[in-house]
């Protein structure tokens, strides 16, 4: 039985899902959302994800949602298949979960926000908050100066191999790069480039850009 | 060389981890971060954390950062140590504990950390509480605590029948938040009152911790704590809406000797 991916394919959060099964080999469908029509908020889709957010996903009886843990679950359900997402040893693992916490609260929100004032609102036909996400954009400039440092280090985020950490941050930094005119962040950085390089070329993620139509 | 925690106790997310640690019953250091002089900000502490916030474990060579990060490692290295907080005995049941742990991070964390700020931090900074954000942050909450109280009416804890870090992660804002006026909008949701305050038995108490906590309740001038030594039911104030009556639970001990932390404090109290 395929994996159902309820979400719209152009959004980050089940991208991120999407990015992860296409690493393990996980054969998926997508089970469009409509988020203009509110479809999100029906009780029918909150019975699925009882926060009104996408993604959610079914597999058989299983159903599941938050995308950081629906990631987790398929890199340890499928940990013998294909690249090793979760770290190879307790303090592997351990970096993985810090960088994972580090996307989610020190990064997401910021790339989140101006994403939705530049991009999101203006096709949306409304006016975005160009001084916030002037704002988000200088606090941003600070984060990827850490992960410059960081990865200056070390090839990915958690170590020498690629994990769940640096697929996490996919989705939000292609939004930044090619929507949002952000792409100084990761160019201006020497590191941070490079691994933007890397993860971006990866055939999984170049799969996922296929299946969007970007 | 031991566990070493770098921060303040009386910090949320620092709390979170020594609340691991005490579940654990494992033995560890806290080394004090200077907030007030900005040592988070600088080095050394950088080293150890490089976005500049507490708390940062070293467990021998090994450091990490990002409180809940740092639970996690503990709970799985320390697996078979005290209580199983991972819900690590079947796939299935470790990945409802990881779904709660990103609610918590996700849906709860932002609405509770603004109102503990507003309403906690600030005045001790003699900074006005901004009724206009409490107010908007509290229908947040509300909202999401309407999905906890569904959530928390078909099973006793977050991620199932047993007690797990999906749980221990919200104790901190809590032990804040519940004694507060406010806290009315979690004790009018009868099954959100119970989260993290069930009084389940848990396995293995270690005497030692109840101790810790009864003469903390001992030393303070407040009238109000009084731990009994044979059962904690009804002697404890705070505008805690616990049920008592069930002794030898770990993490009540933790969150009084939390609470004992918070009024003892003069304000050293930090939340980043």
Redesign the interface.
């Given at each position: 039985m395929v994996v159902k991916v309820y979400g719209p394919i152009m959004a980050a959060c089940p991208q991120r899902v999407m990015a992860c099964l296409l690493e393990k080999d996980v054969e998926f469908e997508i089970v469009h959302v409509d988020l203009e029509a509110e479809e999100h908020k029906t009780s029918d889709f909150l019975l699925r994800q009882?926060?009104g957010q996408v993604p959610a996903i079914e597999d058989g009886d299983?159903k599941?949602?938050?995308s950081?843990?629906i990631i987790?679950?398929y890199a340890?359900?499928y940990e013998e298949r294909g690249p090793n997402l979760l770290g190879n040893s307790?303090?592997g693992?351990?970096?993985v979960?810090?960088w994972?916490?580090?996307e989610?609260?020190?990064f997401n929100d910021l790339v989140y926000t101006l994403v939705l004032q530049l991009v999101v609102l203006p096709r949306m036909g409304k006016h975005g908050d160009v001084v916030l996400a002037r704002s988000c954009e200088q606090k941003l400039e600070k984060?990827f100066d850490?992960y410059e440092?960081?990865l200056s280090n070390a090839t990915y985020l958690a170590g020498d191999s690629f994990t769940l950490a640096d697929l996490s941050h996919l989705p939000g930094i292609r939004y930044l790069v090619n929507d949002a005119g952000m792409g100084h962040l990761v160019a201006e950085r020497k590191h941070v480039n490079a691994w933007w390089e890397a993860i971006s070329n990866r055939s999984a993620w170049k799969k996922l850009m296929k299946l969007v139509n970007y | 060389m031991g566990i070493k925690v770098h921060g303040i106790a009386l910090s949320t997310c620092t709390a979170r981890v020594l609340l691991c640690l005490c579940e654990k019953g494992l033995d560890y250091e806290i080394v004090p971060v200077d907030i007030p002089n900005s040592a988070h900000k600088q080095q050394p502490y950088l080293s150890l954390n490089p976005f500049g916030q507490i708390p940062a474990l070293e467990d021998g060579d090994v450091k990490v950062f990002e409180s809940r990060a740092i639970s996690k490692y503990l709970a799985r290295k320390y697996k078979d140590t005290g209580v199983d907080l991972l819900g690590s005995s079947s796939l299935t049941e470790s990945i409802i504990v990881d779904t709660w742990m990103e609610v918590e991070s996700h849906q709860f964390n932002s609405p509770m950390q603004t109102i503990i700020r507003q309403m906690v931090v600030n005045p001790i900074f003699g900074i006005a509480c901004d009724e206009k954000i409490i107010g908007a942050e509290l229908e947040k909450l509300g909202k999401v605590l309407d999905v906890y109280e569904e959530r928390l009416s078909k099973c006793k804890y977050l991620a199932g029948d047993f007690y797990s870090l999906a749980d221990l992660h919200h104790i901190p804002h809590l032990v804040y938040f519940m004694r507060n006026p406010r806290s009315s909008i979690i004790t009018s949701r009868p099954h959100d009152s119970c989260v993290g305050n069930e009084m389940k038995t848990l396995p293995s108490i270690d005497n030692n911790k109840y101790a810790i906590a009864n003469s903390f309740a001992k030393n303070t001038a407040d009238p109000k704590v009084e731990v009994s030594s044979d059962s904690l039911k009804n002697e404890v104030s705070y505008g805690l809406q616990f049920d008592l009556s069930q002794p030898g639970n770990d993490f009540l001990y933790m969150l009084l000797f939390l609470a004992k932390l918070v009024h003892a404090s003069s304000g050293e109290l930090f939340v980043h």
């Amino acid at each position: 039985m395929v994996v159902k991916v309820y979400g719209p394919i152009m959004a980050a959060c089940p991208q991120r899902v999407m990015a992860c099964l296409l690493e393990k080999d996980v054969e998926f469908e997508i089970v469009h959302v409509d988020l203009e029509a509110e479809e999100h908020k029906t009780s029918d889709f909150l019975l699925r994800q009882p926060f009104g957010q996408v993604p959610a996903i079914e597999d058989g009886d299983f159903k599941l949602f938050e995308s950081r843990a629906i990631i987790r679950y398929y890199a340890a359900k499928y940990e013998e298949r294909g690249p090793n997402l979760l770290g190879n040893s307790l303090e592997g693992r351990a970096l993985v979960d810090q960088w994972l916490e580090v996307e989610a609260h020190n990064f997401n929100d910021l790339v989140y926000t101006l994403v939705l004032q530049l991009v999101v609102l203006p096709r949306m036909g409304k006016h975005g908050d160009v001084v916030l996400a002037r704002s988000c954009e200088q606090k941003l400039e600070k984060v990827f100066d850490i992960y410059e440092q960081r990865l200056s280090n070390a090839t990915y985020l958690a170590g020498d191999s690629f994990t769940l950490a640096d697929l996490s941050h996919l989705p939000g930094i292609r939004y930044l790069v090619n929507d949002a005119g952000m792409g100084h962040l990761v160019a201006e950085r020497k590191h941070v480039n490079a691994w933007w390089e890397a993860i971006s070329n990866r055939s999984a993620w170049k799969k996922l850009m296929k299946l969007v139509n970007y | 060389m031991g566990i070493k925690v770098h921060g303040i106790a009386l910090s949320t997310c620092t709390a979170r981890v020594l609340l691991c640690l005490c579940e654990k019953g494992l033995d560890y250091e806290i080394v004090p971060v200077d907030i007030p002089n900005s040592a988070h900000k600088q080095q050394p502490y950088l080293s150890l954390n490089p976005f500049g916030q507490i708390p940062a474990l070293e467990d021998g060579d090994v450091k990490v950062f990002e409180s809940r990060a740092i639970s996690k490692y503990l709970a799985r290295k320390y697996k078979d140590t005290g209580v199983d907080l991972l819900g690590s005995s079947s796939l299935t049941e470790s990945i409802i504990v990881d779904t709660w742990m990103e609610v918590e991070s996700h849906q709860f964390n932002s609405p509770m950390q603004t109102i503990i700020r507003q309403m906690v931090v600030n005045p001790i900074f003699g900074i006005a509480c901004d009724e206009k954000i409490i107010g908007a942050e509290l229908e947040k909450l509300g909202k999401v605590l309407d999905v906890y109280e569904e959530r928390l009416s078909k099973c006793k804890y977050l991620a199932g029948d047993f007690y797990s870090l999906a749980d221990l992660h919200h104790i901190p804002h809590l032990v804040y938040f519940m004694r507060n006026p406010r806290s009315s909008i979690i004790t009018s949701r009868p099954h959100d009152s119970c989260v993290g305050n069930e009084m389940k038995t848990l396995p293995s108490i270690d005497n030692n911790k109840y101790a810790i906590a009864n003469s903390f309740a001992k030393n303070t001038a407040d009238p109000k704590v009084e731990v009994s030594s044979d059962s904690l039911k009804n002697e404890v104030s705070y505008g805690l809406q616990f049920d008592l009556s069930q002794p030898g639970n770990d993490f009540l001990y933790m969150l009084l000797f939390l609470a004992k932390l918070v009024h003892a404090s003069s304000g050293e109290l930090f939340v980043h």
